[in-house]
Nanobody, 122 residues
Framework: QVQLVESGEGLVQAGGRLRLSCTVS????????MGWFRQAPGKEREFVAAISSSGSNTDYSDSVKGRFAISRDNAKNTALLQMNSLKPEDTAVYYCAAKRSLVLNASGYYYWGQGTQVTVSS
């Protein structure tokens, strides 16, 4: 019933910017903590960022803190990930995820998008 659809797939130069979006259908997005994860070639899936259901709190992995910004527009059932100062090591498939929770952390997500490829060239 619940679907998460990512958009913003692209190829960018190192130092560039890219914006990913995630649209939720089947439920009101304001009921969910929203998170972004990524999986690079040869690596396990890792947590990137999360935002509380109200948008008042955010959390970031150390590798992206200061470069990425997560936000949401509950009126549009959408979560956003603004990625700045991109590095080649940011290359990965990025996944949007959601959970009904008051806990803003990297675990417990049970709704997932299909993933979108982000490639950062040197």
């Amino acid at each position: 019933q619940v679907q998460l659809v990512e958009s913003g797939e692209g190829l960018v130069q190192a130092g560039g910017r890219l914006r990913l979006s995630c649209t939720v259908s089947g439920r009101t997005a304001s009921n969910f903590v929203m998170g972004w994860f990524r999986q690079a070639p040869g690596k396990e899936r890792e947590f990137v960022a999360a935002i509380s259901s109200s948008g008042s709190n955010t959390d970031y992995s150390d590798s992206v803190k200061g470069r990425f910004a997560i936000s949401r527009d509950n009126a549009k059932n959408t979560a956003l990930l603004q990625m700045n100062s991109l590095k080649p090591e940011d290359t990965a498939v990025y996944y949007c995820a959601a959970k009904r929770s008051l806990v803003l952390n990297a675990s417990g997500y049970y709704y997932w998008g299909q993933g979108t490829q982000v490639t950062v060239s040197s």
